[in-house]
């Protein structure tokens, strides 16, 4: 079986509505066969979906203690002090939206 014929089966098997161990039973597929070709598909679903983009440090243009990131048409300054977790935020909305 390619493994096209195995991704196919694990979303079969996702959008039936059952446990995958039953549906396993059902199909007559091994769940430890199964559960290889489910990890298979996450592992390809994550490296599909991470993206990389061109990422500068404007030196020219930061203020002292500032860091300015740019990505595109958005800019991020960031001063000293910060708070982490609002630029963990603030990345994650801008990942969403670029």
């Known amino acids: 079986m390619d493994k096209q014929e ?27 066969q199964y559960l290889n070709w489910a990890r298979r598909v996450n592992r390809e679903k994550q490296h599909a979906l991470q993206q990389w983009a061109n990422v500068t440090i404007e030196k020219e243009k930061c203020i002292q203690g500032e860091i300015r990131l740019s990505c595109g048409k958005w800019t991020i300054c960031v001063e000293s002090g910060f708070s982490p977790a609002l630029l963990a935020d603030v990345l994650r909305v801008v990942d969403g939206v670029c």
């Open 6 to 32: 195995q991704h196919a089966l694990v979303v079969e098997c996702r959008a039936s509505g059952m446990t995958a161990k039953a549906w396993c039973q059902a199909k007559d597929i091994e769940y430890s």
